[in-house]
């Protein structure tokens, strides 16, 4: 059987190294399995990338085409927003192609246009990592909307000028005269598309990314720290990165207010923290007020320093007020890690709360700071009990063997129905 997947990049980005993993996961498992991308990183001869240098100058192009539409609209969600109507020649090339099945993934930043979709002719599943498909421009969002059916009566407050999202949502329902097989990276996703006005009875499926859980494994927490340059006889809570302070969606300022509460508690002077970014020039004021020691790592591209990195880690906070099936969860576990996040959408389906980690009360920071004492309060014995079943759930969920097997045998029914046609 031949794939194709379909993501705007190959490993730029969470959802472009999600598509990559589970390329590689199929074809370890004996799918010929081919990635086609606008803009291509690796180097992966399995990557199909543009190659001359006009080709690929329009690929970083097409995203800045939708520009002059989007600064028609004026709203207070800070998502990236993708119209995904400016056609490509993305449909000539699948449908003359040998292609048994494609395969979408993040397809936005112009690569696709929603006309563009409809013109495919083979079997379609797309893997959806973030609301995009079933909402209208927006990537995620807040309000009901994609729920209830894009109208003039339940635009939010915050959004004035051109109701892009209303026009873009539109376009998708009147262009997608057939369905798709939507395949939901976590449970919560999965759902929201089942009750979305759009996707409402349309096959929709749940199955995870893959992580290739032999090299994401864990490693001795000494010699990675040693490596890393931190601390040898103290706890460290890692987070992902401070480049997202002002996207609410990830909830650095709850866990700002979880780390002040524990300021209070007897973690003080024993608990430093490790974000996964370069040192700022200036360290912010917001963290100079706070009690405890930060380290700044990274930012790292390679699997192999973001391994050191979790395994150099006690414990992984994830703040975020919406996620997917988060990469960052998924690592952490796959390396031993607990992970501490709310008890909200994808996130559920990443922690096995009270066994390889905590989830606290959305969106309650004191209990997020809570959940963080109370792993590293713990028994040694206890805690090594937590990094067991983390890798264990890890294993038995995300690895590449399990989830190729889910995406082979869906697409063999798609493509046995197809061929009975």
């Not at 973690?267 to 963290?287: H, M, Q, S």
């Not at 700071?369 to 890890?394: M, T």
Request: glycine share 6%.
């Amino acid at each position: 059987m031949k794939v194709f997947h379909l993501n705007y990049s190959d490993i730029s980005g969470g959802a472009a190294r999600a598509a990559y993993r589970t390329h590689h996961a199929l074809r370890d498992s004996g799918i010929d399995s081919q990635m086609l991308v606008n803009v291509a990183s690796s180097g992966d001869w399995t990557v199909n990338a543009p190659s001359s240098k006009f080709a690929k100058a329009i690929g970083y192009i097409r995203p800045q085409l939708a520009r002059p539409l989007l600064q028609l609209l004026r709203t207070g969600n800070p998502i990236i927003h993708s119209p995904a109507l400016v056609p490509s020649r993305w449909p000539q090339r699948l449908n003359a192609s040998d292609a048994d099945l494609v395969h979408l993934h993040w397809v936005q930043g112009e690569m696709l246009s929603i006309a563009d979709i409809a013109r495919i002719r083979k079997p379609i599943v797309w893997t959806m990592h973030d609301m995009w498909a079933f909402c209208g421009a927006e990537h995620y969002s807040s309000d009901n909307r994609w729920r209830d059916g894009y109208n003039k009566n339940n635009r939010p407050v915050h959004e004035s000028g051109l109701d892009i999202n209303k026009i873009i949502w539109l376009k998708k329902r009147s262009t997608w005269k057939k369905s798709f097989h939507m395949i939901g990276n976590c449970s919560w996703i999965s759902h929201c598309a089942r009750s979305s006005s759009l996707m409402k009875g349309w096959s929709t499926y749940t199955i995870p990314n893959a992580i290739n859980t032999d090299v994401w494994a864990p490693f001795d927490k000494t010699v990675a720290r040693q490596l890393l340059g931190l601390p040898l006889n103290t706890s460290i809570c890692m987070f992902s990165s401070l480049g997202l302070v002002d996207d609410k969606r990830k909830g650095f300022d709850l866990l700002l207010r979880a780390i002040n509460y524990l300021s209070k508690s007897n973690l003080r002077g024993r608990l430093e923290f490790v974000a996964l970014t370069r040192k700022p020039e200036n360290i912010p004021a917001f963290l100079k007020d706070l009690k405890f020691k930060f380290h700044f790592i990274g930012p790292f591209s390679d699997d192999v320093s973001l391994r050191l990195a979790y395994s150099a880690s006690d414990v992984v906070a994830i703040p975020s007020r919406q996620e997917t099936l988060t990469n960052v969860g998924v690592e952490a576990h796959s390396c031993g890690i607990p992970v501490v996040a709310f008890n909200v959408c994808g996130l559920t389906d990443i922690v096995d709360n009270h066994n390889t980690g905590y989830l606290a009360d959305p969106f309650d920071p004191e209990d997020f700071g809570k959940g963080i004492h109370s792993l590293l309060d713990l028994d040694s014995v206890y805690f090594r009990n937590y990094q067991i079943e983390a890798r264990r759930r890890a294993l038995k969920l995300w690895s590449n063997s399990v989830v190729s097997s889910q995406l082979k045998s869906l697409y063999a029914t798609l493509v046995s129905s197809q061929l009975s046609k």
